[in-house]
């Protein structure tokens, strides 16, 4: 009896100090500000996919010409993506659809990027992708930006 207290107890405190750091991990990353809400879909096939697999929730940081992304259900310090002001292209825009709005926040808008090479597509509010595409277009003169 004792020690299925003593097991149970354990676990409680396991479970309680892993949210704790889980939180203490977000509010480390918006402490400097300039973070948004940001789903991203990594290496995206040519033709449009509904069904809303590949999808990840996360969050974005503006870094000075950068970008970092990190993931929103991870223990990670790092950032897992880093997208360089320079090398994103954007491509398209265009909302959810089919399965997608379900694997999505409810306001999300979808935007169809490249970078150096890869097809991604970031969704987050109409805000963040206000401040997003003002972002890419305030780039340094002399920095190439192409934003469909």
């Known amino acids: 009896m004792v020690l299925a207290l003593l097991v149970s107890g354990l676990v409680v405190v396991l479970v309680a100090v892993g949210l704790f750091v889980f939180g203490l991990r977000r509010r480390l990353i918006q402490r400097s500000g300039g973070t948004f809400d940001c789903s991203l879909r990594w290496d ?3 033709e ?3 069904s809303g697999k590949g999808w990840v929730y996360g969050v974005a940081r503006y870094n000075g010409d950068s970008v970092n992304w990190f993931r929103v259900f991870s223990y990670a310090p790092r950032p897992r993506r880093t997208l360089d002001r320079a090398s994103i292209e ?3 825009r265009r909302g959810p659809q089919g399965e997608e709005e379900l694997a999505l926040l ?3 808008v979808i935007l169809g990027c490249a970078h150096r090479g890869v097809r991604l597509e970031l969704a987050m509010s109409e805000d963040a992708l206000t401040g997003f595409l ?3 277009e305030a780039a340094p003169p002399g920095q190439r930006v192409n934003v469909a």
Do not use: Y
Request: proline share 7%; hydrophobic share 60%.
């Open 90 to 92: 954007v491509t398209a």
């Open 134 to 136: 003002a972002w890419l």
């Open 48 to 50: 449009i996919d509904l």
């Open 44 to 46: 995206v096939p040519e």
């Open 106 to 108: 409810s306001d999300a």
